[in-house]
């Protein structure tokens, strides 16, 4: 397996891997990762479609994607990945796969002309006082200090960044900028995560860092994930004949280890409460997903909060059993035994009728029934207790949802500290109260909240126990990599494999694992995407270190007297030349 950049091989279609007719394929978990697992195996491997076997222990495929309508509990969505368009990986992918709405073109084709139509942005991201604008008005309000804090840790080496959180590395001063707000916020990030992962994020979406205050960076499909991503992948795996098999849960993946040549060899699993056994050749592939940021979900109702489920869960147990047979197939434990550390709580409000519509469209400053554009994004209140963020997406969200109503996701990162309405902490609290905690901070009149939250507002809480286990704090090893030296038969894939090319918590880092472990084992002759390189083109990390001045010039920046005589000197120096062309194109100077 190797990388590519570029035209050339993008649009190559590979030749036919040797051997891969005699090859079978079994992978365990049915998220995107899996799933894209499968569609490379199919489109680049040319594998058989009922040679692939997918292991899922729920009834229904599709992971942390997710998107239902409950009969019983109504509309629920646990969360949304946001989506750029330097997913590359991601792309490459649902190029190939067919769009369930428009007969003829693709995915991609379908979420591009989307995006072009109703381009993503924020008219209102930040709010305070019970719906008022906070006025951050786009600006990241860094002082030299915290941006010195940050280029050093864009600066520092992985290895210097291992097992250090990132309050760490950074200041009061750094926490208290506009930045860090939005960026926290945006990304789920908590002081107490891994530094490293946050110096992989800023290097990997530099480019979008002009885009943070309004989102512009940002892309959506037109419903919830589920709909516009999952089912076309499994409408199409499934026109292929790839076997589901639901409702089977792996217990364990048994593995020959000799040497340094390991193979896995067995795969426990446990359908319909009979124990099952998968006997494995080398012709037999195996993709494990290891670990899960919804594993142990649990929900509550209008009526009832949601109970915290501390079990470590299935997936992770599985991890463990495997990590026990050899050192290098991860340490789970760095991820899940801190629950307090990586857990929030999301909720689905659907609204149903038009008394609250009104003071959503205020803040939004957008129709919410219009088809478009909404929130484009999160909206987070500033003051909140519980640092609640909300956002509407395209409406209708469901394909089933009434044109009368309205779904909501909302998340809180704080679930343990009481709100600014309902004094209990969010972990504690009903669907009804998390409505009414958000009506309050949407500026409604306190005397009409519990109406509105009891007759005009229906919601489902979730609790989310590992939602940031991979920010853990983390060193080389604790993630697998994607396929393991001396691996014969076998790859991990999804947001607890390791790939140096990419950042976790993105739809890009399934498919990109998952792409990487089919072109490894297959030996599949085309490259791998690389991931965009914007962390080393000049053009745009200048145009990041103006936005993030809040344009400010170089020559505003207090220095000592020394280095403001070395500065004159230099801009004297580069008087002419392409240099100073480039400072003043990014208004540095």
């Known amino acids: 397996m190797y990388y590519s950049s570029g035209n050339y091989e993008a649009f190559a279609r590979p030749q036919k891997p040797v051997g891969v007719d005699n090859k079978s394929a079994y992978l365990v978990g049915s998220g995107l990762a899996s ?36 009969s019983q509990k109504g509309f629920i969505i646990r969360g949304g990945r946001e989506m750029e368009n330097h997913f ?19 995915v991609l084709d379908e979420f591009y002309w989307l995006n072009k139509r109703d381009p993503n942005y924020s008219l209102m991201r930040v709010t305070e006082k019970r719906g008022q604008d906070a006025h951050t008005d786009g600006k990241f309000g ?51 995560h891994s530094a490293l992962e946050m110096k992989l994020y800023l290097q990997r979406f530099i480019h979008h860092i002009g885009g943070l205050p309004d989102f512009s960076a940002l892309k959506f499909t037109k419903y919830n994930q589920y709909e516009s991503l999952i089912r076309p992948l499994v409408s199409y795996l499934t026109a292929h004949g790839v076997q589901f098999h639901y409702n089977s849960r792996v217990i364990n993946v048994i593995f020959d280890i000799r040497g340094s040549k390991k193979t896995a060899g067995k795969i426990l699993y446990q359908r319909d409460d009979r124990e099952e056994v998968i006997e494995l050749t080398e012709n037999d592939l195996v993709f494990i997903t290891n670990g899960s940021c919804t594993e142990n979900s649990t929900y509550g109702d209008d009526h009832y909060a949601p109970r915290l489920n501390t079990d470590t869960g299935g997936c992770w147990e599985l991890w463990r059993r495997i990590a026990r047979q050899d050192p290098a197939f991860g340490n789970p434990d760095t991820f899940c035994t801190d629950i307090k550390a990586t857990n929030w709580e999301s909720a689905t409000i659907t609204t149903l009728d038009d008394r609250i519509p009104p003071y959503i469209q205020k803040i939004a400053k957008r129709d919410p029934f ?53 004094k209990k902490p969010m972990s504690e609290c009903t669907g009804r109260e998390i409505v009414e905690e958000w009506l309050y901070h949407l500026g409604v009149p306190e005397q009409q909240i519990a109406d509105l939250a009891a007759r005009s ?34 790859a991990f894939i999804g947001q607890f494999a390791d790939t140096v090319r990419d950042t976790v918590f993105t739809t890009e880092y399934s498919v990109r694992t998952a792409m990487e472990a089919v072109y490894t084992l297959l030996d599949v002759d085309r490259g791998v995407p690389e991931v965009f390189g914007s962390c080393y083109d000049i053009r745009v990390l200048l145009d990041a270190m103006s936005k993030m001045m809040d344009g400010k010039k170089l020559t505003d920046i207090k220095l000592p007297f020394l280095l403001h005589v070395m500065e004159k000197k230099m801009l004297r120096k580069i008087s002419g030349t392409v240099l100073e062309e480039l400072l003043r194109k990014y208004r540095l100077i």
């Open 370 to 422: 219009s088809g478009r554009v909404v929130t484009g994004g999160i909206i987070t209140v500033k003051d909140s207790n519980w640092l609640m963020s909300y956002t509407l997406n395209r409406q209708p969200h469901f394909k089933e949802q009434p044109k009368e109503q309205l779904v909501i996701w909302l998340y809180g990162l704080f679930t343990d500290v009481p709100g600014n309405y309902i």
């Open 457 to 490: 507002a229906h919601c489902i809480p979730c609790m989310m126990p590992y939602i940031t286990a991979f920010f853990m704090p983390r060193k080389a090893g604790d993630r697998p990599k994607v396929v393991p030296e001396g691996s014969v038969n076998f």
């Open 35 to 70: 799933l894209a697992a499968a569609c490379f195996l199919i489109r680049d491997g040319q594998m058989q479609g009922d040679r692939i076997h997918i292991l899922e222990e729920l009834p229904i495929a599709g992971g942390a994607c997710d998107g239902i309508h409950d």
């Open 142 to 192: 860094l002082s030299e200090k915290a941006a010195l804090e940050i280029m050093k840790v864009f600066m520092t080496s992985d290895e210097d960044l291992y097992d250090l959180k990132i309050c760490d590395v950074f200041t009061d001063e750094f926490f208290s900028s506009h930045f860090w707000l939005y960026w926290r916020t945006m990304f789920a990030f908590e002081e107490w």
């Open 88 to 106: 590359e990986c991601l792309w490459d992918l649902f190029r190939s796969v067919p769009s369930l709405e428009t007969e003829g073109i693709s």
